[in-house]
């Protein structure tokens, strides 16, 4: 036993070091927060400066758009369906959603708000037609839209309905991924800030991460099913911090673990991939895991704001600060 047990160690090891980042060439300066993953070859992505990018051949090439009347906004979150259609996000001042059907040859806007509290931070989709957005709050009442048209239209829901949060306590618009579908019907999204916690319909559980200054809490959730999901966040100001950065449930949110070997710094973005691995990424590079979140691997120091694997396929993709887009090598 004492000969094989180090043997089995290697091959565990090698296994969960196996995987890296490969860096594209995207040929772009964009902050690029938003990125969303069809098929393993479509992959568009969006940003600051009115930035959109589109690949359809797995990132190998880029075709780039900066959104005409748009140059100044940040499209921190982008929602593509196929090659042709997609739906952006901007954030602020005022913030917009737009939508192409031509590739992001031309771009229709469909939602606008000029109210100058206004700030979106994620959209998510549970299909084609239905999508809800998400935004800080405006007098401690969190700001939800939704689409049931493909994002042709959308529609604020009822003041009274808005959830209520604390002081302080809002929303990163850091990777587009603080709220995702829980299921067929129903979202879950994560707050940070003087208080960070997870919101399931009517529920609202406090997170057990680092959180009291507005730099900290949960960037953002990832779901396998309606019991397991991941939330990572931290402090965006201190990027090599892991303190209090990764939390788990397999009860849907009653009760949360960390990990035993947590991710390696602040992390913006995490993403299930399947079985029991996942990954997740932030400022100082990306982790891997292969246990359910208990152990995370540095497998890459790149700097990067969001993962995303493709909804139609097995490959991973990351967009980050200065045009930087890398691809999951396993």
Known sequence: MKRIFPFMLALISTSVCAQTVMLLNSASKASLRGLSVVDDKTVWVSGSAGTVGR??????TWKWTTVKGFEKTDFRDIEAFDKNTAVIMGIAAPAYILRTTDGGENWRLVYENKDT??????????????????????????????????????????????????????????????????????????????????????????LPLLQGKESTGANSVAVKNKNVLIVVGGDFTKRDSAIKNCVITEDGGKTFTVPVVGPHGYRSCVEWLGKKSWISCGLNGVDYSTDEGKNWAWISKESFHACRKAKKGKAVYFSGGGGRIGKLIE
């Open 55 to 60: 690949s359809v051949d797995g990132g190998e």
């Open 117 to 206: 509290s206004m700030f979106l931070d994620a959209m998510e989709f549970w299909n084609e037609q239905s999508g809800i957005v998400i935004g800080d709050p405006i007098n401690n009442k969190v700001f939800i839209a939704r689409t049931f048209d493909g994002g042709n239209s959308w529609q604020g829901l009822p003041e009274a309905n808005y959830p209520v949060v604390d002081k302080g306590e809002a929303f990163f618009a850091s990777s587009g991924t603080n709220i995702r579908k829980l299921n067929k019907k129903e979202a879950v999204f994560v707050s940070g800030g003087t208080r960070s916690r997870l919101f399931i319909r009517d529920t609202k559980t406090d």
